[in-house]
């Protein structure tokens, strides 16, 4: 099996991740692609983050594609760092091939998670494109590391087989929305009623 692992707040999940799951199925080959909904982001503010519970809920009435699945699996264990997270799947998981998925946005902070080059030594990596992030992202300290074990774009489909450190920017349509843009349009909403 090919598993694509997206991680994050999923505060609120909306189509970009919808986009970013199917461009990863079609171009990499994958059977599945695993939302990774996070109890909160360590990098960020959480204290008026909604519970996992609705964010997951919200997750699956979007995400009605039968290959997307949604998993609250860093609750269960007990985590919020991706590396504790992804490390945890690949040692029970067998015989899976993970590729960690992210937007290029998250590419241009990626050298401030935890662990972050461990993540890289551990599965291969697929970033998918958004808008005013494909200069940004190649130019970050995690950008030009990774760009040394870079895969050509038309070698996709080979990354979920490939022994990490493997890396590929996968470019295609891309949404503009996000979910930073959707809580502010929901409380500048909410304070006009």
Known sequence: ??????????????QAH?????????RLGLDAVWWLV????PLKDNHHLPPWQARVALARALAKHPRIKISAIEVRIGTPFTYATLSWLVRRAAGVHFVWLMGGD?????HKWQRWRDIARLMPIAVIDRPGATLRSAQTR????????????????????AKAPAFVY????????????LRQAAASAL???
Not at 18 to 26: D, K
Not at 106 to 110: A, C, G, I, K
Not at 170 to 181: D, E, K, Y
Request: charged content about 15%.
């Open 1 to 14: 099996m090919r598993i694509g692992l997206l991680g994050g707040s999923f505060n609120p999940a909306h």
């Open 18 to 26: 919808i986009m970013i799951s199917e461009t990863a199925m079609r």
């Open 38 to 41: 996070s109890p909160g982001n």
């Open 106 to 110: 998250n590419l241009v902070t990626f």
């Open 142 to 161: 995690a950008g030009q590391v990774l760009t040394r074990h870079q895969f050509d774009e038309t070698d996709a489909a080979l990354l979920p087989l």
């Open 170 to 181: 996968l470019h295609g349509r891309r949404s503009s929305l996000s979910s930073t843009q």
């Open 191 to 193: 304070k006009l009623t």
